[in-house]
């Protein structure tokens, strides 16, 4: 029986990006293996994420050696200590598969699912940047054919907790949930007016990201980023600035329901400001943090005039210093010596301030 095609040309369908828990190779299952075998094995579950495998790779270890880019030799000598150990097992049909593979690592399944929610996300923001925000309906937009329709933008995960992936619900950089967001309606297509209840902040968040995004793109353009189609970038960009500023924008649109979506977006990042791309937002912002320091700057230049005036007056005047001195340890019984030495200068600087206290 001819042995499977290699799966090198197979076309890349899973995550771009895959984790390890640090020390795995220190388990007992690996503990004692060469660094060839172990870095074999980590190329084995980098192929499988990237092309949503479920685990398994070609049986062949030649094959095998071509999907992963490794030498036959290589892989052949590292199959052995790794299916003797258990991390690896031949399957009913000879193919490799890793072990346990859906306790740990996502399944196909879910990769499809995640993938489909990113383009599902990119559509809903192509939609609030250009008919919601604008108020107007396109024919040719499902999202404006079926307003009340569910629209959710991310997969629930497939069970609780993460599988380390970083991707699937228990990350602090995943993505918001489906649940966590109300889609905008589309004002002119059934949709409740201003009339019957108060902007939703949801509404008026994904507006605002959807401009950020917007004006990320004009920039990126600006700075002469290659940009080979505008559609799936700008779907990035709108997927970027929603995990970083939906939570932070909606808690503004609650605090300021009357506030636009362009303010609100200038608000929290001046550079998306109108006209000129927020530049002068963006320097009164600078001129005011650098005022802000200065003064910080010239407290802590006061503090310490105040500090070396009162080491000085100390010098000077060893009485005052002894009677200080026993004023802090009265004050402070149980205080280390360190601790009283800065009580004294306190008192000394209170003092100077006013010399009758």
Not at 12 to 36: I, N, Q, S
Not at 74 to 97: H, M, N, Q, Y
Not at 300 to 327: H, I, N, V, Y
Request: aromatic share 4%.
């Amino acid at each position: 029986m001819p042995r499977p095609a290699p799966s090198l040309s197979r076309q890349v369908k899973g995550l771009p990006r895959y984790y390890m828990d640090c020390g795995w190779y220190r388990h007992p299952r690996f503990a004692g293996l060469t660094p060839d075998a172990l870095f074999v094995f980590e190329a084995a579950v980098g192929y499988c994420t990237e092309h949503a495998t479920d685990g398994t790779m070609p049986g062949h270890h030649e094959d095998l050696a071509a999907a992963l880019g490794l030498r036959a030799s290589a892989v052949k000598k590292a199959l052995t200590p790794l299916l003797d150990r258990g991390a690896l097992s031949r399957t009913d049909s000879g193919e490799i598969a890793i072990r346990n593979w859906a306790e740990h690592n996502p399944t196909t399944a879910e990769v499809e699912a995640y993938n489909e929610a990113k383009s599902r996300s990119g559509a809903l923001g192509n939609h609030t940047r250009w008919h919601v925000a604008r108020g107007v309906t396109d024919p040719e937009c499902d999202l404006c054919a079926a307003p009340n329709s569910d629209r959710k933008c991310d997969p629930e995960p497939s069970q609780e907790g993460s599988h380390g992936m970083g991707w699937d619900g228990s990350s602090s950089s995943s993505p918001p949930r489906a649940t966590d967001r109300t889609p905008p309606d589309v004002a002119g297509a059934g949709a409740p007016t201003e009339e019957d209840q108060p902007p939703n902040p949801q509404t008026t968040a994904e507006a605002a990201i959807a401009h950020m995004a917007a004006c990320d793109l004009a920039r990126a353009r600006a700075d002469g980023v290659p940009i080979r189609t505008e559609a799936p970038y700008l779907a990035k960009l709108t997927e970027s600035r929603r995990i970083e500023n939906l939570d932070r924008l909606t808690e503004l649109a609650r605090q300021s329901p009357t506030a636009s979506p362009v303010d609100l977006a200038e608000r929290l990042d001046p550079t998306c400001g109108p006209l000129d791309g927020g530049a002068a937002r963006a320097d009164a912002a600078w001129h005011a943090d650098k005022a802000h320091l200065d003064a910080e700057a010239a407290d802590a230049e006061a503090q310490r005039a105040q500090r070396t005036a009162a080491l000085e007056l100390l010098g000077r005047e060893p009485q005052l210093e002894a009677d200080l001195t026993a004023k802090a340890r009265a004050e402070h019984p149980d205080a280390k010596p360190v601790v009283i030495r800065q009580h004294v200068i306190h008192l000394a600087i209170a003092h100077l301030e006013d010399p009758a206290a």
